[in-house]
Nanobody, 114 residues
Framework: QVQLMESGGGLVQPGGSLRLSCAASRVRFSIYVMGWYRQAPGKQREVVASITYGGSTVYADSVKGRFTISRDNADNKVYLQMNSLKPEDTAVYFC????????WGQGTQVTVSS
């Protein structure tokens, strides 16, 4: 069974930064696209960013220029560096492998508030 463990969430003021980490185990990390999704209260889960094994990235328009996804294939980890955070970035952030029908972590809360 695939295991994904997120960390790095928390409370931050608008304009601040956070770095989310996701450690993957029991998965052939090298063959999968990894992604970060988020779900705000009362809203549907949405994709934030994704990255292929080779490092090609795709971002949601709402985070372009502010968020950076990266991966360490040697350690089976994926990261999300979030800068210039806004209150509307407040959500539970989920690590994902294999797309919407794939596997998910338990999520980590990110709250952007003054």
């Amino acid at each position: 069974q695939v295991q994904l463990m997120e960390s790095g969430g928390g409370l931050v003021q608008p304009g601040g930064s956070l770095r989310l980490s996701c450690a993957a185990s029991r998965v052939r990390f090298s063959i999968y696209v990894m992604g970060w999704y988020r779900q705000a209260p009362g809203k549907q889960r949405e994709v934030v960013a994704s990255i292929t094994y080779g490092g090609s990235t795709v971002y949601a328009d709402s985070v372009k220029g502010r968020f950076t996804i990266s991966r360490d294939n040697a350690d089976n980890k994926v990261y999300l560096q979030m800068n210039s955070l806004k209150p509307e970035d407040t959500a539970v952030y989920f690590c994902n492998v294999g797309g919407p029908s794939g596997d998910w972590g338990q999520g980590t809360q990110v709250t952007v508030s003054s």
